[in-house]
């Protein structure tokens, strides 16, 4: 029995055809979602997923060159069932000709001398992501998505003052970086995900988790680098927090109206949520930077209370993030029963103050 052809809509990554409208604001995903809904509307079923990427693409326009090599790097998992008579890398070059990215996205590491350099490799989905920092002000998001084994480099743009800053902070830290271990040591379990960072000519690789204290101490520094990117005018971190509020609090009140309990799946299981805090700057610390601030049993003290007026009594906004994201990946990761203990006017009062403590 010959396999089932798949239709375009199985190869989308953010288009559904039960969207009836764009949930994503504006920037990249927002773009990709009409062209994928495009190409559903308008061509016939593709033969395979390279053909698909290529109609995507073309969908975008070639004056867009940024969305496409972002579209390439970050979906090329997809390319795992190219033609025969060809290889991922030959598929990806091909486009890269077709829509003149040569100068935008690269197969080999760019030539030069970096400030930093960070490489996430594995975790779930399994992948590689990072960034690299030149001397010049180049910046490049790295990736490779398994199982094609492609590394991709993007170059994001040039900025000397972000590389200055970085060049700096390194510097007045030399001392306490350079004691930092070259390898950490190997975690008791491995839900987590082999890191590398170098710091001008410090290097430190293993699987850096905050449950080891040598790896504890490579990320209180490879965090605060990571602050600065985010609070850098950067492309990569192109989301604005009122956008990132109104969009999963409107999709809170699709979770509070849907008595089946799908849409508490669907968000629990987005990865786009988790991929908003990253780019916010919000960390995944399982509540330990909020505990640390407001105590263990902060919302047992305060459970009998009206939520948004426990909510009142955060005055954080970095912390609010962290625990937002957290809650996140506990009904994502943890939780036994996610439907049954799934609440969505936490998120929602949790939506409304951070808000408030953005605007403030």
């Known amino acids: 029995m010959s396999e089932k052809r798949k239709s375009n809509k199985d190869y989308c990554q953010y288009y559904s055809p039960t969207q009836k409208e764009c949930p994503y604001k504006r920037g990249y995903k927002r773009i990709v979602w009409e062209s994928e809904k495009h190409v559903c509307e308008t061509e016939d079923n593709v033969r395979d997923a390279s053909e698909f990427l290529h109609l995507v693409a073309s969908a975008i326009g070639e004056n867009d060159k940024e969305t496409i090599a972002n579209y390439i790097a970050k979906e090329s998992r997809y390319l795992s069932n190219a033609l025969p008579d060809s290889t991922p890398e030959k598929i990806l070059e091909k486009i890269c000709q077709t829509y003149n990215l040569q100068n935008i996205l690269f197969f080999e590491k760019p030539k ?3 400030v930093f350099e960070y490489i996430d490799e594995g975790g779930f989905p399994c992948r590689t992501r990072g960034y690299l920092l030149y001397f010049d002000g180049r910046v490049y998001s790295i990736y490779e998505n398994s199982p094609i084994n492609v590394r991709m480099y ?44 170098k710091l001008l000519s410090k290097r430190c690789h293993g699987y850096m988790m905050e449950l080891t204290e040598d790896g504890k101490k490579v990320l209180h520094f490879a965090k605060k680098i990571d602050y600065l990117f985010h609070y850098h005018d950067f492309p990569l971190n192109a989301l604005e927090p009122n956008d990132f509020i109104e969009c999963w609090d409107a999709f809170m009140d699709k979770v509070i109206t849907d008595k089946k309990g ?20 919000f960390d995944m610390d399982c509540f330990e930077s909020f505990y640390k601030k407001y105590g263990n049993d902060f919302f047992n003290k305060y459970g009998d209370e009206n939520l948004e007026r426990v909510f009142s009594l955060i005055d954080d906004y970095q ?29 929602k009062a949790a939506f409304k103050r951070l808000k408030e403590l953005w605007e403030k």
Do not use: M
Request: net charge negative; charged share 25%.
């Open 154 to 197: 993007i170059l994001e743009g040039i900025h000397k003052t972000l590389s200055e800053k970085v060049k700096v902070f390194i510097r007045e830290n030399c001392e306490a970086i350079q004691k930092l271990p070259k390898e950490t040591s190997h975690a008791c379990c491995c839900d987590g995900s082999f890191q590398y960072y």
């Open 262 to 281: 799908e849409k508490i799946l669907d968000f629990i299981c987005h990865g786009g949520f988790a991929e908003d805090c990253e780019v916010l700057g």
């Open 112 to 114: 030069g001398k970096t």
């Open 319 to 347: 912390i609010l993030g962290n625990a937002i994201y957290s809650q996140w990946r506990y009904y994502n990761h943890w939780a036994t029963y996610p439907i049954a203990e799934f609440d969505a006017n936490w998120f």
